[in-house]
């Protein structure tokens, strides 16, 4: 094999002091770019068209997980917090995909009003009050491009403990200098009693004020017209929401001031000044798993062009009924688009007379189980990433449709040549090719589960990456990173790793990265840069010189190694990853180590002179 070597450790490097930079830009999330698993890709401007003001995202937001027992059903706390798990929670989580899997003729689910979840999520099955999950949730959000959350407190409870715990995280997160969504609430149950407890300890408090999401000019809430105060009207901007806008619900009436949360293809608009001109419009993966024949229809994630296809059909990871109903959003196009949902991983199981003729796939007859939100894979309507089946698929569906209708900034492209100096990492502060990344997402976990799950402890955390930048002089391609803290050994396991792609190459690649740099690991002096051979199956192909000084860190990539033809118009997206991806699952970098950009998003260079 033919070796490839770069002269960068140069003898003065060793004695250059660390280099002071300024604090990093904010992250710019809507210029990344991705591949999700199905290979869709997330591209540019060139894909969504560049910016369109007044476009407004909303997301149904659930922070009741864990607030009614677990094995058994238990009565809320005075509080409405989260219950601490007992010993005698032995059986929960019940998992309705496992326990299908496990007995297709007969699941065991648990008793009757427990909550069952419908699978299981990439994060564990956590609660409502693990701050570790607030945060990932906070960033996976923001990177998508949603403007606000909509909390769910329909059902006469406003879970203050909860909510004063995610607003501090999240005023957490902006205190480092981080971004989230703004906060607003739905209202269905007792909502007169509701709103106004909520507002009692809340807003009339002036608590988290930077939080609050305004709509025409002020805090918005969704609430039943005949629930309205007019203390209410005078504080709050105030719509009603609920599920379905066909004439049968009855509720949406012509569509004045309504914003259906969820509804049937193809949608219909909510309207304030008039019906030419659509206020909102809800998008969702799927509805409800139960169907009576008539006004409720079992729609799942398969379900496109008026059908909901029988078990053998079905495409749970494609999206088909999420991109059917986007399509109508975008064809209506207006200014406030509701997906939902988030995290709504629990249904109450019933066993009840009725009239209902399916619980997803199965036939029902008189006291037979059902669920009525949320069944299984198919028949639920989470986006967020899912462990096994379609993982993280819908998630970055979301940020595909976010930006077809926000539009997205365009990404520059570079002309300069920079002669970089790899002993000295000041000349680095010419460069403008320049990444961010967000600080703290490094932090650790140690938060108790759900029912028997026990602790949930995560400490993969360990080099904070906070900027990268990306430059070349003619011949070779030079990347930096730096981190918040000392870079850590190279001997750590899968520690700090470049991955490449290289636009147009046409190669054997793995999640899209033809080339990898430190897989295999670094030692001392050198790293290695490797090519996929398909998927997670890498051959060496040459040995690269890098340097790390602090919390700095510098390599060199000849055009040559990596099949750069044309060094005077050439586009490359890159990635780095420290402490994830074991054995090619990608989908680790939104819940260990750090990676540069989140989740599967990439950096993209473009340079043309």
Known sequence: MKKLYLSILLATALTTPQTLFCAPPATRPQTWTAQDALGRTIGSTEQYGAPRPGKTVGMFFVIWHGTSGYDTYMKQLPDEGVRIPQPTDTLSPYDNQKLMTENPQNPQYGPQWVFHHWGEPYLGYYLADDDWVIRKHAQMLTDAGVDVIIVDLTNAVIYLPQLKNLCKVYTQIREAGGRTPQLSFIFNTQARETVQRLYDNFYAKGLYKDLWFYWK??????????????????FFTIRHSWFCSLPEWEWFGDGRDKWPWADYYPQNAGWHESPDKPEAVSVAPATHPITDGGRVRRVGRSYHNGQQPDKAHQHSEQGLCFAEQFSRAMELDPEFVFFAGWNEWTAIRIIDHNDFLKCGDRDLKEGDTYFWDLYNHEYSRDIEPLRGRFGDNYYYQLCDFIRRYKGVEPIEVHSDIHRIDPGDMTTWQQVKAVYADDR???????????????????????????????????????????????????????WMRLFIDVKGSGLPDWEGFQYAVGNPAADGSKTALSRSRNGWNWEKIADLDYRVSDNEMVVA????????????????????????????DIQQCLSDGDAAPNGRFRYRYAFSR
């Open 557 to 584: 990539v000849p055009f040559a190694a990596i099949g750069v033809k044309n060094p005077k118009n050439f586009t490359v997206d890159f990635k780095w990853i420290d402490n994830a991806v074991d054995q090619g």
């Open 440 to 494: 703290g997402d490094t932090f650790h976990r140690n938060h108790i589960g759900y029912g028997r799950i026990g602790q949930l402890i995560n400490t993969t955390g360990r080099n904070d990456i906070v900027e990268a930048k990306m430059a070349n002089d003619g011949k070779t391609l030079w990347f930096y990173v730096r981190t918040d803290r000392p870079i850590t050994s190279c001997t750590d396991p899968k």
């Open 217 to 234: 000019g002020k805090p918005l809430i969704l609430c039943p017209p005949q629930d309205v105060t007019p203390q209410f009207a005078d």
